[in-house]
């Protein structure tokens, strides 16, 4: 099975509009933590945000906030405001604590995002 | 500029040459990473070097063959590849090896090298 699922191969938005590309993941690990990264044409993958499972709050960083429903295992990146310079492709991605060691990074596959004007 | 520079950016081989990729980080951690990114897959973890000792390996066949001379710097030596090898490599670093409690530990990339076996 998937530990982490992106259902959503490739995404458009209007610029200046929200929005919301999903992220399921399964675990049965008590301590995981979830990231989001950005991956432009360039090829670098960038960093956007973190969510811990034990984090009493939703993550959000700038433009950038993340939708953590823990019964659903399921943790949405909303990205508010588009702008064309989002257009990229972002992975989610998982690093469990105890039974991955927690040093494992597991990525799903990626949802393209285009920003039209 | 990431901190994390991949060379070459592009590489094309045939499946009898030996090359080798490299990547250097200028942030001053202490663990480095190579992943594999083919197209409509997940990424793939090759190698994790935590303090220049190889501490995983997932299951990478022979003909890769990661380096890691001081903290700074990281190889892939490739020899005999085949052509589903081609695929986008990914280094990345982060500031310690994660675990336990260090779970929000986050890694910086490369731009990748983008290598097309013949």
């Known amino acids: 099975a998937q530990k982490i699922t992106q259902t959503q191969p490739g995404m458009f938005v209007q610029e200046k509009e929200a929005v919301t590309l999903d992220c399921t993941y399964d675990t049965s690990d008590p301590s995981y933590g979830l990231f989001w990264y950005k991956q432009p044409s360039s090829g670098e993958m960038i960093f956007l945000i973190y969510?811990?499972?034990?984090?009493?709050q939703n993550a959000t960083e700038g433009r950038y906030s993340l939708n953590f429903q823990k019964a659903r295992k399921s943790a949405n990146l909303v990205i508010s405001a588009s702008q064309l310079g989002d257009s990229a492709m972002y992975f989610c991605?998982?690093?469990?604590?105890?039974?991955?060691?927690?040093?494992?990074?597991?990525f799903g596959t990626g949802t393209q995002l285009k920003v039209e004007l | 500029e990431t901190g994390v520079t991949q060379t070459p950016r592009h590489l094309v081989m045939g499946m009898t040459n030996k090359k080798s990729l490299k990547c250097e980080q200028h942030l001053g951690h202490n663990a480095m990473y190579w992943y594999k990114q083919s197209a409509k897959k997940p990424l793939e973890l090759m190698f994790v070097y935590s303090l220049e000792e190889r501490v995983e390996n997932n299951s990478v066949p022979s003909r890769f063959s990661p380096e890691c001379p001081n903290s700074s710097h990281l190889f892939l030596h490739l020899h005999t590849l085949q052509p589903e090898d081609s695929a986008l490599y990914l280094c990345a670093s982060s500031l310690s090896f994660p675990g336990g409690t260090s779970m929000r530990e986050k890694l910086f990339f490369g731009s990748g090298t983008q290598l097309s076996v013949l």
């Open positions: 969510q811990g499972s034990y984090d009493q």
């Open positions: 991605a998982m690093r469990e604590g105890v039974t991955g060691g927690g040093n494992k990074l597991t």
